[in-house]
């Protein structure tokens, strides 16, 4: 493999940690491990609906949630990268101060698809 493609994240993004910025809205978020490899921990709503929202069950792509699949899959992405427990996972808040999804509705989505 060259130096080149060892730099390259999942997506085929260059990896730079130090420039890149934590916004779902312009780019995905990969953490560096040992070595080339690095873990994506959250997508951009493209290319969520471009690789994945394709391989979820039909169910699952007809339900409507009040927060939107691709954050979903970013919070169950956290928990899985993070090993913590569900109730301990960072939900975003939204305007009153109130979570925009309950921990375990994550769970269940998680757990039954």
Request: charged letters at 25%.
């Given at each position: 493999m060259r130096k080149?493609?060892?730099?390259?994240?999942?997506?085929?993004?260059?990896?730079?940690?130090?420039?890149?910025?934590?916004?779902?809205?312009?780019?995905?978020?990969?953490?560096?491990?040992?070595?080339?490899r690095s873990i994506l921990v959250q997508l951009r709503k493209s290319e969520f609906n471009e690789f994945i929202l394709k391989h979820l069950p039909e169910k699952m792509q007809k339900?409507?949630?009040?927060?939107?699949?691709?954050?979903?899959?970013?919070?169950i992405l956290k928990f899985l990268y993070m090993?913590?427990?569900?109730?301990?996972?960072?939900?975003?808040r939204d305007a009153t101060g109130r979570p925009g999804i309950h921990y375990s509705q994550v769970f269940r989505i998680f757990q039954f698809g």
């Open positions: 080149d493609e060892q730099n390259r994240g999942l997506w085929g993004y260059k990896e730079n940690m130090a420039t890149q910025k934590n916004d779902s809205r312009t780019m995905s978020y990969h953490l560096t491990t040992e070595g080339s339900r409507h949630y009040q927060v939107p699949r691709y954050k979903i899959f970013n919070y090993g913590c427990q569900w109730k301990m996972l960072p939900i975003e």
